[in-house]
């Protein structure tokens, strides 16, 4: 007991430290996100169709091969009328990530179960030397 009370500045910041490398996995960190590699093979055993979200110009600039654009501002209004079939994976892709992650949450509520975020967004795809065309 002793050494707990002399020592309880160490305890408390292993605790903290501990509690910091395991709260991306209570959290999920991966929920709703996948690899470019992974999303490369929904695309090609589950036909998944890719949306990027970001703004047309960055859209034109260079995207994933074969991806449909609506801006993350617009996700609500149009992404039913552009991906009607909502049974088949939906990849959601932006510049970094962050933009994709949220339109997840979107995507799930009009109903895509199927939505995931492609972590690291273009940046990642590139990194893969995956195919981009630009508009």
């Not at 929920?31 to 990027?52: F, P, Y």
């Not at 996700?75 to 552009?82: D, G, N, V």
């Amino acid at each position: 007991m002793k050494f707990i009370v002399d020592n309880w500045m160490l305890i408390l910041i292993a605790l903290s430290s501990g509690g910091m490398l395991a709260w991306p996995m209570v959290r999920g960190a991966n929920a709703g996100s996948l690899t470019a590699q992974g999303a490369v093979q929904l695309i090609n055993r589950e036909r998944a169709v890719v949306v990027d979200v970001r703004e047309p110009e960055e859209f034109a600039a260079g995207h994933v091969t074969g991806a449909k654009n609506v801006p993350l501002g617009q996700l609500e209004q149009k992404l039913a009328t552009t991906v009607k079939n909502k049974s088949l994976p939906l990849l959601l892709v932006c510049a970094t990530g962050a933009r994709a992650q949220r339109a997840v949450a979107t995507a799930k509520k009009l109903g895509y179960e199927q939505a995931q975020a492609v972590a690291g967004g273009l940046k990642s795809w590139k990194d893969a030397n995956l195919p981009v065309e630009k508009a």
